[in-house]
């Protein structure tokens, strides 16, 4: 399938790197959001990473100016009219996310794939709500997007292998590696480090040491290029919630129960990084 142009829903901490690399590799990008604030916001630290690759050397004003006249933004979802392909990445909460499906259905052409950045969810059920369940799929990317590598392309129960041909496909076509992993909570990644996150949070909630040592011991003794707890912060706390809630519903199983400390930071609205505070103070 030939992808030319890709619509790219939510403009937070996924969407906005989703965006930057998608332009880069030379697609035509319209970035959709709800919240004006937040899409200048994101728009504003695209074109920084831009300068700041002119300014290194790593590109040249033709570049930069080229790779600006790819990225368009609305707040609306009719924008998506003449993409090959969307990328949802809102809220993680399933109800939100099938409602985008099905408005997104009705505004996009027949041949448009529909994906989801989902960290946990059901990509069947999200497929569900639409009426085109073998062109809807997982793409999983990792954050901070510009870094990491992987995508996780996940098929849903109907979707088709040429729908998934062409996600993996565009994966490789913006630089990143593909692993297509079969539809389960949390996929491969989520699966074997949100449980790692939890337990941290856990730890730091019984009072086993500080946030800071916590971080420390994980990255000195563990070898992580982070500390879970900066990592959480770094994810956001809200998406570490319902990653965590999902798996707790979904497998049933005790271990997976979600510290209670990430459950009150979400309702102080203290989200992590995007918020200014989480398990750490960004507050400048
Ligand atoms: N956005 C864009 N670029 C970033 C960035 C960000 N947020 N953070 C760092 N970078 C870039 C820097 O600009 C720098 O690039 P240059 O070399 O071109 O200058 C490069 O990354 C290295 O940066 P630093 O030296 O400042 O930082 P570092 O070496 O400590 O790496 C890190 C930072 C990449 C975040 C590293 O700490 C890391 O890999 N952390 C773990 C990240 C991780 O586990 N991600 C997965 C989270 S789970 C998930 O995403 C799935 C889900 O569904 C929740
Ligand atoms: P975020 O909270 O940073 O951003 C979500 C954005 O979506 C917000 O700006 C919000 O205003 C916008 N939004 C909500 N409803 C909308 C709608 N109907 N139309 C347009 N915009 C809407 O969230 P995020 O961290 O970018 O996560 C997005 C998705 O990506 C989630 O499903 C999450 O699980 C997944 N994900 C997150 C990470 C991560 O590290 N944060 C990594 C991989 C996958």
């Known amino acids: 399938m030939d992808i030319k142009k890709i619509g790219i829903l939510g403009a937070g901490t996924m969407g906005a790197g989703i965006a930057q690399v998608c332009v880069e590799a030379g697609f035509k990008v319209m970035l959709v959001e709800i919240e004006e604030g937040i899409l200048k916001g994101a728009l504003s630290k695209i074109s920084k990473a831009w300068q700041k690759s002119l300014e290194k050397g790593k590109i040249d004003d033709a570049t930069k100016t080229s790779r600006e006249a790819l990225l368009e933004s609305s707040g609306e979802l009719s924008s998506f009219k003449d993409c090959d392909l969307v990328i949802e990445a809102i809220v993680e909460e399933i109800s939100v996310k099938k409602k985008v499906f099905k408005a997104m259905d009705e505004i996009c052409p027949d041949h448009t794939i529909l994906a989801s950045n989902t960290s946990a969810l059901s990509i069947t059920e999200i497929a569900a709500s639409?009426?085109?369940t073998d062109r809807v799929a997982g793409m999983h990317f990792f954050n901070p997007v510009p870094v990491m590598k992987l995508v996780e392309v996940i098929p849903g129960s109907d979707t088709s292998e040429s729908t998934i041909e062409a996600v993996v496909n565009l994966t490789?076509?913006?630089g990143?590696?593909?692993v297509v992993a079969k539809e389960t909570p949390g996929f491969i990644v989520n699966r074997?480090?949100?449980p790692l996150v939890n337990e941290a949070a856990?730890?730091?909630?019984?009072?086993v040491a500080s946030a800071e040592e916590i971080d420390k011991a994980m990255k000195?003794?563990?070898g992580l290029p982070m500390g879970p707890l900066a990592l959480?912060?770094?994810v956001g706390?809200?998406?570490v919630l319902h990653v965590t809630e999902t798996f707790f519903k979904e497998f049933g199983e005790p271990k997976y129960r979600p510290a209670l400390v990430l459950r009150q930071k979400v309702r102080a609205g203290h989200l992590g990084v995007k918020t200014g505070k989480g398990f750490y103070d960004y507050a400048k």
Do not use: F, H, V
């Open 130 to 132: 639409t009426s085109r």
């Open 232 to 234: 959480a912060d770094m």
């Open 176 to 178: 990143k590696e593909p």
């Open 237 to 239: 706390l809200d998406i």
């Open 192 to 194: 074997i480090l949100n």
């Open 172 to 174: 490789k076509g913006i």
């Open 220 to 222: 000195l003794g563990a």
């Open 202 to 207: 856990l730890a730091y909630q019984e009072g």
